[in-house]
T-cell receptor, first 113, second 113 residues
Framework: DVKVTQSSRYLVKRTGEKVFLECVQD?????MFWYRQDPGLGLRLIYF???????EKGDIPEGYSVSREKKERFSLILESASTNQTSMYLC????????????FGSGTQLSVL | LAKTTQPISMDSYEGQEVNITCSHN???????ITWYQQFPSQGPRFIIQ???TKVTNEVASLFIPADRKSSTLSLPRVSLSDTAVYYC??????????????FGTGTRLQVTL
């Protein structure tokens, strides 16, 4: 089975801090995604990456950046955390071909105080 | 953008068949339709995927009409453990090697005795 590991299950940060959320996958998948999930809003795509050092903006990229230096690792960065970035963050990977299913991590619940 | 629309919530009794419909009027020719299930505090997991007509697996069936502007996930004889949020996902191809995969708000299914 594909394993998608997110570094933290719960995280508490202060406004203005720089925050790194890490995601590691063990299946050599090309595509990786970051979503945030808020009550009543479903999953919203922040950024995705289809190769090392390649990235594309999703629907809500403002306030976020990403890094993909190695194929297995995709990092989400909050340059200056704000309270409206308090959310559940989910990482996903996708295998070869654009119709392959997504595999999700367990999520990181981030609270910005 | 292949936006999806689903009912916000549905209720069912155990043992009944449940049908959840998703509208995706702007689906592209090459897009597949994929459904995911999400339990609390977990990432979504793949249920079923289809392109047209009908697909069935050990968990569910997926019905897609000829115009592909909607799809219906059918869960036979639901149990309490099927209580979850169900998401319909349609790819949004950008012409590259990855699709911008956008989720809708999901349907919260509540199964009771």
């Amino acid at each position: 089975d594909v394993k998608v590991t997110q570094s933290s299950r719960y995280l508490v940060k202060r406004t203005g801090e720089k925050v790194f959320l890490e995601c590691v996958q063990d299946m050599d998948h090309e595509n990786m995604f970051w979503y945030r999930q808020d009550p009543g809003l479903g999953l919203r795509l922040i950024y995705f990456s289809y190769d090392v050092k390649m990235k594309e903006k999703g629907d809500i990229p403002e306030g976020y950046s990403v890094s993909r230096e190695k194929k297995e690792r995709f990092s989400l960065i909050l340059e200056s955390a704000s309270t409206n970035q308090t959310s559940m963050y989910l990482c996903a990977t996708q295998g070869p071909g654009t119709n392959e299913k997504l595999f999700f991590g367990s999520g990181t619940q981030l609270s910005v105080l | 953008l292949a936006k999806t629309t689903q009912p916000i919530s549905m209720d069912s009794y155990e043992g009944q068949e449940v049908n959840i419909t998703c509208s995706h009027n702007n689906i592209a020719t090459n897009d597949y339709i994929t459904w995911y299930q999400q339990f609390p505090s977990q990432g979504p997991r793949f249920i079923i995927q289809g392109y047209k007509t009908k697909v069935t697996n050990e968990v569910a069936s997926l019905f897609i009409p000829a115009d592909r502007k909607s799809s219906t996930l059918s869960l036979p004889r639901v149990s309490l453990s099927d209580t979850a949020v169900y998401y319909c996902l349609v790819g949004d191809r950008l012409g590259g090697t990855a699709s911008k995969l956008t989720f809708g708000t999901g349907t919260r299914l509540q199964v009771t005795l």
